[in-house]
């Protein structure tokens, strides 16, 4: 009797370290979303609408699809494009700040 309890008990321990794993997968990528939106106000108020104007538009765009994957309850993709429209805003703010140091430049 007490052996075929045993895989019963690791069958049972393996669910539950299943779903604890994907518990973890399936949470809202909050704090992601937060620092793309930061993000993007950072490069805005570096100038990109004038000097990086394409970087910037990318890296709204990322963040609305970040958005509608939200919406869909589609977390992994909603992290993946809130992560790259922080990373398209941050290029954003770089170049803006480049063109307008050189803009200033002797």
Same mark, same amino acid.
């Given at each position: 009797?007490?052996? =075929?309890?045993?895989?019963?008990?690791?069958?049972?321990? +393996?669910?539950?370290? %299943?779903?604890?794993? =994907?518990?973890?997968?399936?949470?809202?990528?909050?704090?992601?979303?937060?620092?793309?939106?930061?993000?993007?106000?950072?490069?805005?108020?570096?100038?990109?609408?004038?000097?990086?104007? =394409?970087?910037?538009?990318?890296?709204?765009?990322?963040?609305?699809? %970040? =958005?509608?994957?939200?919406?869909?309850?589609?977390?992994? %993709?909603?992290?993946?494009?809130? +992560?790259?429209?922080?990373?398209?805003?941050?290029?954003?703010?770089?170049?803006? +700040?480049?063109?307008?140091?050189?803009?200033?430049?002797?």
């Amino acid at each position: 009797m007490p052996m =075929s309890r045993a895989p019963i008990q690791i069958r049972f321990f +393996l669910l539950l370290i %299943a779903v604890l794993v =994907s518990a973890c997968a399936v949470n809202p990528p909050v704090q992601e979303m937060s620092n793309a939106r930061q993000a993007i106000e950072a490069a805005v108020a570096s100038g990109a609408e004038i000097h990086a104007p =394409s970087e910037l538009a990318e890296a709204r765009a990322l963040l609305d699809q %970040a =958005s509608a994957a939200l919406g869909e309850g589609d977390y992994p %993709a909603a992290r993946r494009y809130a +992560l790259e429209a922080k990373a398209a805003a941050i290029r954003a703010r770089q170049e803006s +700040l480049r063109k307008r140091q050189s803009d200033h430049a002797p």
